[in-house]
Nanobody
């Protein structure tokens, strides 16, 4: 069993930056793709960014492509989401997830483990 714990969410003003971290409880996810999803009130959970097991393949949803950056380290057990130039529409609960495969995907059903989420609120 793997436990994912997110941290770093808080209230920030628009235009500022924030870094989210996700730490896995063990190295079982080292060979798996990892991703960040987010869910705003009244909306479905959506893919934000994903990274492959070696960190070489990354992809982003269009709305964050030029502002967010995903990376992984610590033998693949820590995944970081660097968020720059935050906008009010980025407000959501952000979730970390570990895939069943070595690669990330926009499809939520391909993820086995999920964290509890961390709240990001961007004020205008």
């Amino acid at each position: 069993q793997v436990r994912l714990v997110e941290s770093g969410g808080r209230l920030v003003q628009a235009g500022n930056s924030l870094t989210l971290d996700c730490r896995a409880s063990n190295r079982a996810v080292s060979n798996n793709g990892m991703a960040w999803f987010r869910q705003a009130p009244g909306k479905e959970r959506e893919f934000v960014a994903g990274v492959s097991w070696k960190g070489g393949s990354k992809h982003y949803t269009d709305s964050v492509k030029d502002r967010f950056s995903i990376s992984r380290e610590n033998a693949g057990t820590t995944v970081t989401l660097q968020m720059n130039n935050l906008k009010p529409e980025d407000t959501a609960v952000y979730y970390c997830a570990a895939s069943r495969t070595p690669y990330s995907s926009r499809d939520r059903s391909t993820y086995t483990y999920w964290g509890q989420g961390t709240q990001v609120t961007v004020s205008s």
